[in-house]
């Protein structure tokens, strides 16, 4: 393959957009992590309502990011058979 074969520039522009979607999965599960934690000890400080929503949301993000990445290596895995 060269640099100019049309097959080549899609593959690489997936393999770009696989990895910054696992990069933004990982840094948003590790954000929404501690904002779960936050809301965790909010629930245990007795301050429930705010606690409960904190770590609702947290959990929903979390798991967004977590199918957008996997969605991402799925499409790359279906490139490359």
Do not use: C
């Not at 990069?23 to 400080?45: D, E, K, P, R, Y």
């Amino acid at each position: 393959m060269n640099h100019y074969d049309p097959d080549w520039i899609i593959l690489k522009e997936r393999i770009r957009q696989a990895h910054l979607s696992f990069n933004v999965a990982m840094f948003a599960t590790t954000t929404f992590a501690a904002v779960g934690l936050a809301g965790i000890s909010l629930q245990l400080s007795g301050r429930l309502p705010e606690g409960t929503a904190t770590a609702i949301s947290g959990m929903a993000l979390s798991g967004y990011f977590s199918r957008l990445a996997k969605d991402a290596n799925d499409r790359l895995d279906k490139l490359s058979d």
